[in-house]
Nanobody, 115 residues
């Protein structure tokens, strides 16, 4: 069982920045494929960014140039740096870990972009 705890969400004005963190349990974090997803009210959950164990990253088109995903295998933590935030980025952001064929989710952290 992998436990994921997100933090860093909050209220920010358009154009602002936030950094989300996701701390994971387990001694083999470096082998996890990690990702961030988001779900806005009334919409389906969608992929924001992923980072594999080797460090390769994938970003959704709607965040390219604004968001960055990274990981620290010593701290067992994955980050999502979000810049130039827009109102349409408002959502609950979820951390995901894939370990072999198993997938784990955090509880989510709310991000609200509003003036």
């Amino acid at each position: 069982q992998v436990q994921l705890v997100e933090s860093g969400g909050g209220l920010v004005q358009p154009g602002g920045s936030l950094r989300l963190s996701c701390a994971a349990s387990g001694s083999i974090f470096r082998l996890y494929a990690m990702g961030w997803y988001r779900q806005a009210p009334g919409k389906q959950r969608e992929l924001v960014a992923t980072i594999k164990d080797g460090g390769n990253t994938i970003l959704a088109d709607f965040v390219k140039g604004r968001f960055t995903i990274s990981r620290d295998n010593v701290k067992n933590t994955v980050y999502l740096q979000m810049n130039s935030l827009k109102p349409e980025d408002t959502a609950v952001y979820y951390c995901n870990a894939n370990v072999g064929l198993r997938s784990f989710w955090g509880q989510g952290t709310q991000v609200t972009v509003s003036s």
